[in-house]
């Protein structure tokens, strides 16, 4: 209950820091993309506004994570590779067992008392 109750509050965290962020940065990206729109008007070259597009991408992924659905199409992914990708997760060498941990702890103990 304890561990659920902390990944709770790490992903409010992360969710507030999401929206906090995306004031900063939609503020930053209106102010750029005005500049970059009026000086491509102005010189004529329609490169200045490329920039936009990279810009765009970061804004709508802040703004999908802070309001949209993100978090849930994220849960409902996670949820789907538990279902039907287990053998990716498995770790390697298998689950850890109280005799392979107490063989590591005595090569450690060892190698620490020949030095």
């Known amino acids: 209950m304890m561990q659920n109750e902390m990944r ?5 965290m992360q969710i507030a820091w ?23 008007i102005k010189r004529k070259k329609p490169a200045f506004i490329f920039p936009i597009v990279p810009l765009g991408f970061v804004l709508t992924y802040q703004f999908d994570l802070g309001y949209g659905t993100l978090l849930q199409r994220m849960k409902g992914e996670a949820e789907n590779i538990l279902e039907t990708e287990k053998s990716k997760l498995q770790l390697p060498k298998g689950i850890i067992t109280f ?17």
């Open 99 to 115: 005799e392979s941990l107490e063989k590591a702890r005595k090569e450690q103990s060892k190698f620490f008392i020949d030095k």
């Open 18 to 40: 999401s929206r906090e962020f995306l004031k900063y940065f939609g503020t930053f990206f209106g102010i750029a993309a005005i500049s970059l729109t009026a000086g491509a």
């Open 8 to 12: 709770e509050r790490q992903m409010a």
